[in-house]
């Protein structure tokens, strides 16, 4: 088993050719209807894009459903960001793009739109180049599809990735989404999860964020790996002319890099606004992340 969640466990599994991939085993349901199983599967098998795990394919055993998918070898961001290896300021720019471009696909391009309901760094996978792929997506409309038991409460998400209005009405939104990324990009850049309370208190990531952009602390809040040794103030002695331009040049394009840093915090407070109506949709967040790296 290589993971669990909120619709079921995930087993790792190698074919007889050798390849390997990951096959989700459903939650037992109360209400077993395979018409409208059978219905979301289908719609779920077309739905293709580089920023998205592929399903495929499927199968019912018994009372036991089981959805079979790419294998993604890095694991979820979630697993990646607790690792040894410490991400780089450019591959967490280009997760960032990728699990956004995936969302913008849901949202505008799937006929009906899908609204993912549970974005959050778990469900962001990362294949054999770092390329970020969104899971799970279409799993609350299949689950709540195939079981009018469950409690609408149980669709709408996982605590510290929940939208604020989600708590006065459980309806789900693409603008509950856009909200719900924004904490996976504050994770990306600040390196912390979303609740903790060593690091918080009575607060959360999102809460502790603002306040500090208020106090005008924007610098503290990037995780303390990403910035240069200049800005976290432990500057070398100049012993030699070449060492101090060399260095000189070193603090400008740091200098570039924290502004960057910066205008990305700026776009992920737009997504965690408690305006839904303030929230960017994915169309701009998009446009948002490939403008902050027009090189890339």
């Known amino acids: 088993m290589i993971g669990c969640g909120g619709f079921g466990e995930v087993f790792k599994a190698t074919l007889k050719d050798g390849s390997c991939v990951a096959i989700k085993k459903l939650i037992r349901l109360s209400c077993q209807g395979d018409r409208e199983f059978m219905a979301e599967m289908e719609t779920l098998g077309k739905i293709k894009h580089r920023n998205l795990v592929p399903l495929l394919g499927y199968c019912k055993v018994g009372e036991e459903r089981l959805l079979v998918y790419e294998y993604m070898p890095f694991g979820s961001l979630e697993h990646t960001k607790g690792g040894a290896d410490v991400l780089t300021w450019e591959e967490r720019k280009k997760i960032a793009r990728g699990a956004a471009k995936g969302l913008c696909f849901l949202h505008h391009n799937c006929i009906p739109h899908i609204i993912h309901r549970d974005m959050k760094s778990s469900n962001v996978l990362l294949d054999k180049e770092m390329e970020a792929r969104v899971s799970d997506f279409g799993m ?157």
């Open 140 to 296: 609350a409309r299949l689950i709540s599809a195939l079981d009018t038991h469950l409690s609408v409460s149980t669709l709408a998400g996982t605590p510290g990735y929940v939208p604020p209005e989600y708590y006065q009405s459980f309806r789900c939104t693409a603008k509950g989404d856009v909200y719900s990324l924004g904490v996976v990009l504050l994770e990306l850049v600040t390196g912390k999860r979303p609740t903790d309370k060593e690091d918080f208190g009575d607060t959360n990531l999102v809460g502790w964020v603002k306040m500090m952009v208020r106090q005008g602390k924007q610098i503290e809040v990037i995780d303390p790996d990403l910035l240069p040794t200049q800005v976290r103030g432990s500057k070398d002695n100049h012993d030699h002319q070449q060492q101090q331009e060399e260095e000189e040049d070193e603090e400008k394009e740091a200098g570039e890099e924290v502004k960057e840093m910066v205008r990305y915090l700026e776009i992920t407070l737009q997504c965690v606004d408690d305006f839904p109506s303030k929230r960017p949709n994915m169309l701009q967040v998009v446009a948002m992340l490939r403008e902050l790296n027009i090189t890339s």
